[in-house]
């Protein structure tokens, strides 16, 4: 099943090249005739689409994800100066139209690969926690807070999805630890937050570019807020492993309660996709991998 098969088929609003065409041509004519065609490698939360060659076009894929271009649009300038890679640059939002019912963006198109299984993962992991670090360095102040828009990135995961995990948790009884999957959710609820901090909400490999091996852009900050940054941790076990993992560990500027957290997230995630059956990204590790590297990453700490 294509990824376009599986959103269509979990109910998100269907979105085509034609009804794209047709918005970019009554609210943005300079641009109408510009060939307009999917993207290779789209997203969940998202429709993305080649605008001309140099740039593209998102498309919240469910009422849920459209409050994100608002944010993206309003932060991004204020963010990207202080970051260390690439960041999309928003060119225009578009407003809700005949067809379509939320806002939608136009973007620079940013080069890049995909980032892949063959990846230097040391290197990557580098990278990601310099960006991590460059980000959380921001001034926080007046930033928004964790709401629908984040679908509560930078909460403390225990407070927002801390029942709902405990019951995908029991949901899996049969074929993970059920025991030390609680004593993850345990140790994360004991831990105590840290100052608040600008979060990207969705640090996956479907929204990091590469050039050369290294990390070159980071993509979609709909999730941006100001809060715990517990979330942006999850990478270490979805994708990351063995060396890579300890390097990321190492070099990720947070306290010991923050990766408790983290692997709180990582398992709410993992057991959700578990339990339900949804689509994963084809590189990152399978769900229940990352069970099992987050309960042994626990077990390491205790």
Not at 52 to 64: F, T
Not at 134 to 162: C, K, N, T, W
Not at 250 to 262: K, Q
């Amino acid at each position: 099943m294509t990824n376009r098969e599986a959103k269509l088929r979990s109910g998100k609003f269907p979105v085509d090249a034609a009804l794209v065409e047709r918005l970019v041509a009554r609210q943005f004519p300079h641009w109408a005739g510009l060939p307009v065609r999917p993207v290779a490698m789209d997203g969940w939360d998202n429709w993305t689409f080649h605008l001309g060659d140099r740039m593209k076009v998102r498309l919240p894929s469910a009422e849920g994800y459209a409050e994100q271009a608002a944010n993206e649009s309003h932060w991004l300038p204020r963010l990207a100066p202080h970051l260390p890679v690439e960041v999309p640059v928003p060119l225009a939002i578009g407003q809700p139209d005949e067809g379509f019912p939320w806002l939608w963006s136009v973007y620079q198109w940013i080069d890049g690969e995909p980032v892949t299984r063959g990846i230097d993962k040391l290197a990557l992991a580098r990278d990601v926690a310099g960006f991590l670090n460059a980000l959380r360095a921001i001034d926080p102040a007046g930033g928004p807070e964790p709401g629908q828009h984040s679908f509560a990135r930078g909460a403390e995961p225990m407070v927002a999805y801390g029942a709902e995990a405990r019951g995908f948790v029991a949901a899996l009884a049969d074929v993970i630890d059920m025991r030390a999957a609680h004593a993850v959710l345990d140790a994360a609820a004991e831990s105590k937050a840290v100052r608040p901090a600008w979060v990207h909400g969705d640090i996956a490999v479907g929204n990091l570019l590469a050039r050369d091996g290294r990390l070159s852009a980071v993509l979609d900050f709909g999730c941006a807020a100001v809060g715990d940054p517990s979330c942006d941790l999850v990478l270490a076990w979805v994708f990351l492993e063995g060396e890579s993992r300890a390097a990321f560990r190492a070099l990720v500027a947070v306290d010991e309660a923050t990766w408790a957290r983290g692997r709180a997230w990582a398992l709410w995630k993992a057991a959700l996709l578990a339990a339900s059956g949804q689509i994963t990204h084809p590189v990152e590790n399978a769900p229940l991998e990352v069970i099992a590297a987050v309960i042994a990453d626990q077990r390491e700490r205790a």
